[in-house]
Each structure stands twice: as C-alpha cells, then as structure tokens.
C-alpha cells in the first residue's frame, strides 16, 4: 500500500493490519498524524517511559505505572490508546468508566514477568501456605506488583490485599504487615527484596517461593521463620545489569553517581546511589546539577532518551550494561500497530480492546483502589 492515502477512501479490508505492516517509518507516522487529527480529544495516547521513541513523540501523557494507572483513571477521552503492556492496559480498562475503551495497539505487548505468575500457581501457593499456617487470610497479605495479570489483582481483593508499584512499594508493604504478620509478595522477587531489606527485615526472613515446587520448595519452619514470601519470578530486562557493571564503571568515574530501577537485583540496588521508578529515575537525573554524569539501570530505550533529553545541561547519561536490554514486548507497540489502531479508531471500528471479566474487574478494582488511597 502506498501512502498516498490522504483522501480517506479506504476499503473496509484495508484497515487489516497485513496492510499496515509494510508502511515504511515516514508513511506510518504521517498516517498516526493524520488519524489522530480527525478523532481528536476522543482519543488519548498514554506512553510508559520504556517505549520506543517512534511512538512516545505522539504521547499525550507518559508516566510510570503509577501514574499512568492515575491518568487512566482521570482522562475523559473514549478512547485510551495504551503504548505500554498488557497489564497497563488492563489496569487503565479496570479504572476508567464503563463507556470508556482501553486500547493496546498490539496484542502480544505482555510483560515476561507478569507472566511468571499465574492463578493457578498462586491459589495453589495459598493453600499450601494455609496447610502449613493455618488461615492463610488471617496471616498473610497478598501483595501483588501491579505487574500482572487482572485475575491475580482480583486474588489480593478478595484476600484482603492490594497492588503496589515500583514507586509505593514500601509504604504498601507497612500497610500489609500492619495487618497481618506475613506479605506473600508476587511476581517480583527483586522488588520485594529490595522493599523488605529498606524496611529493615533480614535476608533469612525473606523466603523465596519457587512456584514449581510443592510448598514452594520450603520447610515448614522456613515458612513459619519467613515474613515476606518472595515468589520466584524476574524481570529478563534488569535480570541483565550486575553489581560488577557499577564497580567497573565507578573505577572510572569516582565522582559519578548511580540510579537503578528496583527490578534489579539486590546487590546491584545495594551499590547504587539512587533506586527508584522509571519516574523517579527521570526526575532525579533532570533535578541533578548540571554537569553531572550518571550511570542507569533500566532499560535502554529510557535511557538512551534521557541521554539525549539531558545533554544541553551538560550531564552525562550511560546505560548500565555492556549488552542492549530492551523491554522486547513493549517494542512491539511500533509506529505501524499505532497507525493501524489509529485509523481503525477514526473508520469507526475498535481494534484489540482490552476488556477485563466484570468478575474480576471488581475485585482488582478493590485492590488497587486500596493501593491509590495509600498512596
Ligand atoms: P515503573 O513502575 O517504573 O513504571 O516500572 C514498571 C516496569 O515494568 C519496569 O520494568
Ligand atoms: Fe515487564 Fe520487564 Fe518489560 Fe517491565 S521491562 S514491562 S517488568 S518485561
């Protein structure tokens, strides 16, 4: 298909994305433009830090997770057009208005981590911990990363517990543990690692439940001695940077300072000067003194951008490890998907709506509810 499509006079089989595919990077963000002035305020495009660039310049709104959940949860516009994963999509159709749409321009944008906890796996985990505890729900809050499935949301409402982030983490875990006396803490074992080591809760009270084993490969007295119970699961992006990345690099640059996302492991969180969201992440670097130099610990696309973002004062932005670390499905969400969503929305027609099971939607809603009230 050529992009001589100014006149409007597509064929109803046009708008298949077969078509979309083939658009070279000039067509396809002419036709994102075009699209999106003929629908207007109807439509708005929210954009996680982590997203290519050919599509975060068309970005209304961007944020971190928990402030993409807000927007979502404020915009008046029809339709939301989710760049981000699945989960944000999820979350933005469970807080928006029924008459409201949630829309994420490619399917197969999920999340590897997400998808390291299902609910199977984490109801079979509650049993056994029930078995082993007694009342697993007047001993243990379920606390789920908003990283995740809805259906897992709806577990931690219908169990007393809640979603976090990876900017409230801590305040949510005092908020659990003020209520009962164990945190089962999923899919993240990083982030749950890093929030309970903050809080002063040692190692060997944080126990890590592999889901593939029966009772989660623990003893009874691992379980009983365990106040958080990290499940087994990983983020493949920041999995990638190590504490060896940061010691080489401040060999170098003494005086340079280090900021890493709390997907990362333990040790690599220990030896940085600075842990926190995405958001967090950029503020701190544009609030930093000019001239500054700083080492990065998420993902590429956000910091190659603050590279570029930071350059005229004079600050200096690196990525943390040798390798290219990229949120692979996220990139999926390219300027092709976002054109074929785009024009669809304009013809009339939703493509790939997110719709979460009003069943689940209540409960999840229950949860993350709890999580914007707290923080
Ligand atoms: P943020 O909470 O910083 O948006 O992180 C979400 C995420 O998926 C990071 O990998
Ligand atoms: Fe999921 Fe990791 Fe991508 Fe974040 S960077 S969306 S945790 S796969």
Redesign the pocket.
């Known amino acids: 298909m050529s992009g001589d499509w100014a006149g409007h006079r597509m064929q109803a089989a046009d708008l298949d994305f077969e078509c979309f595919g083939a658009l070279s990077e000039a067509q396809a963000q002419a036709r994102i433009l075009d699209a999106r002035a003929r629908l207007g305020k109807r439509a708005v495009l929210l954009c ?2 982590y997203q290519r660039a050919d599509v975060y310049r068309h970005a209304d709104l961007t944020g ?3 402030k993409l959940a807000r927007l979502a949860a404020q915009t008046d516009a029809e339709f939301i057009v989710f760049c981000g994963v699945h989960f944000m999509a999820e979350v933005a159709d469970i807080l928006s208005r029924p008459e409201q749409t949630a829309i994420l321009p490619d399917l197969a944008a999920g ?1 590897s981590m997400a998808d390291m906890a299902n609910l199977a796996k984490v109801e079979r985990c509650w049993r056994e911990l029930a078995a082993a505890l007694g009342a697993a729900d007047e001993k243990i809050t379920p606390v789920t990363y908003i ?1 995740s499935a809805a259906d897992l949301k709806a577990f931690c409402g219908e169990h007393g517990g809640i979603v976090c ?3 409230n983490a801590p305040k949510i875990v005092d908020w659990a543990l003020a209520r009962r006396e164990k945190v089962l803490f999923f899919p993240d074992q990083h982030l749950g690692r890093w929030t309970g080591f903050k809080k002063g809760i040692a190692l060997d009270h944080m126990a890590v439940w592999d889901p593939d084993l029966e009772n989660g490969g623990l003893s009874p007295e691992e379980i009983e001695n365990a106040r958080i119970l990290l499940w087994k699961g990983h ?1 493949s ?2 999995q990638m940077f190590q504490v060896e990345h940061i010691q080489r690099w401040r060999t170098r640059y003494p005086d340079g300072r280090v900021i890493s ?1 709390p ?1 990362c492991n333990l040790d690599v969180c220990r030896e940085s000067d600075y842990v926190g ?3 967090y992440i950029r503020d701190t670097i544009a609030e930093a003194p000019g001239n500054t130099r700083w080492l990065v610990g998420t ?1 590429l696309n956000l910091v190659n951008r603050l590279a570029e973002q930071m350059k005229p004062q004079g600050k200096t932005v690196q990525f943390m490890a040798p390798m290219v670390c990229m ?1 692979s499905t996220m990139q999926r969400i390219d300027p092709q998907h976002l054109a074929w969503t785009l024009e669809n929305l304009a013809a009339g027609r939703v493509v790939n709506p997110i719709r979460v099971p009003v069943n689940e939607a209540g409960p999840a809603r229950t949860a993350l509810a709890r999580m914007l009230e707290i923080s």
Do not use: A, Q, R
């Open positions: 996680h830090h971190d997770s928990l999340c990283n982030t990876s900017t983020c992006v920041h996302h997907e969201s995405t958001e993902e949120c």
